[in-house]
């Protein structure tokens, strides 16, 4: 008999567990404090990669997920399943001294059957003729990765599951969770509801940890409000901003120094950099002035992007384990509850979508999941 299956949070790793729990033959709930989509998987780069992510057995988990991502892609049972633009990433380098750490990079890569290879500056202009490559010294390409379009990919999913029998809850906020791994949930309207399952997975990513903690157990991920003083860094905020339609003619993932550009859903560029938008606390008014800086930096490589303005900012709190890398277990010996967070959730998905939803109908741990469990961290 297939069991009951909770699952709460209804990002990207939510609604991947959902499609592939109901492909087995589980029965399907998930819930969401809000709506799909709409906690760190709103707030994310969504760059699909296995760039350079040690240690070993960590890049060959990004590694699975991006192939996972590339068999969704090309599978019949999604049919449209278009959310994964495989453009390529595009690493340009300044200096000299940065084009001889991308030859290392590029290097190490390739000898471990990573596909990267390094490119002139004439070779840059080829692959990305609206470029301003003035200044650049030449780069890498790494051309089996891309970005994903989280929207369309949890929507899509989540409509699949739906469709064969998964039933969606949003708006119920988990206020108490319990070892049998029955949960008890707040609803918008404020009414107390409860829901049990065979098997209640938190992919709720920070949420997960709040959850836990009615529990009594401390999960080892870091605290949203664990962050340094203003202007030091604070490695759980994210931004991510996005400019109004543009004709740029962008056509890969593009990693400079202090900016990272891409395609847009909306027809425009979306555009990050990790260390400049995580320097100032999220209730400090200065972290507004990051997007004009950015954009900014943005212009300097692409000068279509002179007139362009800046449509959507989000802000978000990064999913980041005590250690850096993924959390993938079992909270209970009992195995009514599992727990997944990682930073590469975008990455991730599929595969953890795969794996995890393997190991709970048949109780088999994925061989890429065995290094990314809790007992790693002290007791």
């Known amino acids: 008999m297939k069991p009951t299956v909770l699952i709460v949070g209804a990002g990207v790793i939510g609604c991947s567990l959902a499609y592939e729990l109901t492909l087995r033959g589980a029965a399907v709930t998930i819930i969401d404090a809000a709506e799909l989509s709409s906690g760190a998987s709103s707030a994310t780069f969504a760059w699909v990669n296995a760039n350079e992510k040690p240690p070993a057995e960590y890049q060959q988990l990004n590694v699975l997920g991006l192939r996972a991502h590339e068999r969704a892609r090309r599978s019949r049972a999604l049919g449209d399943a278009d959310w994964f633009h495989q453009t390529g990433n595009l690493q340009v380098a300044a200096t000299d001294a940065e084009m001889r750490a991308l030859e290392k ?3 190490r890569l390739t000898s471990n059957d990573y596909e990267a290879t390094m490119l002139t500056r004439a070779e840059i202009e080829e692959f990305e003729p609206s470029i301003d490559s003035t200044g650049l010294k030449g780069g890498a390409l790494y051309p089996k990765e891309g970005w994903i379009d989280t929207i369309a ?34 609803s918008a309207d404020g009414s107390t509801r409860h829901y049990a399952a065979d098997v209640t997975i938190l992919a709720a990513g920070n949420g997960n940890r709040p959850v ?10 870091h605290p949203s409000s664990d962050d340094g003083a203003a202007g030091t860094g604070n490695p759980t905020v994210g931004l991510i901003a996005t400019t109004g339609p543009v004709d740029t003619g962008i056509r890969h993932v593009i990693h400079a120094p202090g900016i990272s550009i891409r395609p847009a859903r909306n027809g425009g560029v979306t555009f990050t950099d990790s260390p400049t938008g995580a320097r100032w606390k999220p209730d400090d008014p200065r972290i507004w002035t990051v997007p004009g800086l950015l954009l900014d930096r943005a212009r300097t490589l692409y000068p279509a992007l002179r007139n362009a303005s800046t449509e959507t900012v989000a802000l978000g709190t990064r999913v980041l384990p005590n250690d850096g890398v993924t959390i993938s277990d079992w909270i209970t010996e009992k195995t009514s509850i599992y727990a997944i967070a990682t930073h590469s959730g975008v990455s991730l998905a599929a595969h953890l979508a795969e794996a995890v939803s393997d190991e709970v109908i048949t109780g088999e741990r994925h061989e890429s999941l065995r290094p990314f469990g809790l007992a790693r961290f002290p007791s």
């Open 105 to 107: 990079k590029v290097g």
């Open 153 to 186: 990919m949890c929507t899509g999913l989540l409509k699949k599951a739906c469709e064969s029998g998964a039933v969606f809850l949003p708006y119920q906020r988990v206020t108490e969770l319990k070892p049998t791994g029955q949960v008890t949930v707040t």
């Open 212 to 221: 836990l903690a009615t529990l009594g157990v401390d999960f080892p991920t």
